[in-house]
């Protein structure tokens, strides 16, 4: 069975400051996907990233970037410079793909707190 | 146009009723989903349609009975609602076969008093 781990429960930074939220999944399958969802205050489930489990590339989109490690099963997030506005509660997930759908398997999350 | 939208966003009901949330999504997606997210934000699969058929239900109590009249809809119904019904639902969405991100509804907040 998929697991996800957010070893981080709840993390506090001052603005500008960089910020790295954990991820680690334990999975049997080959292939597989993970993925960043955000949930800020409001409440709805905000997509970040998709990396499938062949594209070890590491991505960056404006002040976010992800690892992905395949040899210590970890898909890290950072931010650079948060702002006020990245706090949220940020959940990893794995998916296995069974042709008819996506079983996402989340993690508990990690809620950031960023303060002026 | 909202993607996936479900009503309603807030529900408030007392123990033993039957209530449903609807779910609707414009995307022309196959695939179909409802999720729960309990009091300490913990996010877990319930069910999944496919084309109006079930793929995947999750060791859900049976007072949960999800309807698909067709792929764009997928419904849920919850009978003898009980105190630990209480958590929010999302609906989401996605085209199974390419492999695709999920696309969530902004939630309905259950509270069974």
């Known amino acids: 069975a998929q697991k996800v781990t957010q070893a981080q429960t709840e993390i506090s930074v001052v603005e500008k400051e960089d910020v790295t939220l954990d991820c680690v999944y334990e999975?049997?399958?080959?292939?597989?996907?993970l993925f960043w969802y955000k949930q800020p205050p409001s409440g709805e489930l905000v997509f970040l990233i998709r990396r499938n489990s062949f594209d070890e590339q590491n991505e960056i989109s404006g002040r976010y970037s992800w690892n992905f490690q395949k040899s210590t099963s970890s898909f890290n997030f950072t931010i650079t410079a948060s702002q006020v506005v990245d706090s949220a509660v940020y959940f990893c997930?794995?998916?296995?793909?069974?042709?008819?759908?996506?079983?996402?398997?989340f993690g508990t999350g990690t809620r950031l707190q960023v303060t002026l | 146009d909202t993607a996936v939208s479900q009503t309603p966003k807030y529900l408030v009901t007392q123990m033993g009723n039957d209530k449903s949330i609807k779910c609707e999504q414009n995307l022309g997606h196959d695939t179909m989903y409802w999720y729960k997210q309990d009091s300490k934000k913990f996010l877990k699969i319930m069910f999944s349609y496919n084309n109006k058929e079930l793929i995947i239900n999750e060791t859900v109590p049976n007072r949960f009975s999800p309807k698909s009249p067709d792929k764009a809809h997928l419904n849920l119904h919850i009978n003898s609602l009980e105190l630990g019904d209480s958590a929010v639902y999302f609906c989401?969405?996605?085209?199974?076969?390419?492999?695709?991100?999920?696309?969530f509804g902004s939630g309905t907040q259950l509270s069974v008093l």
């Open positions: 989401a969405s996605s085209q199974a076969n390419r492999n695709e991100k999920l696309f």
């Open positions: 997930a794995h998916s296995i793909n069974t042709g008819t759908a996506s079983k996402l398997t």
């Open positions: 999975t049997r399958d080959t292939t597989y996907y």
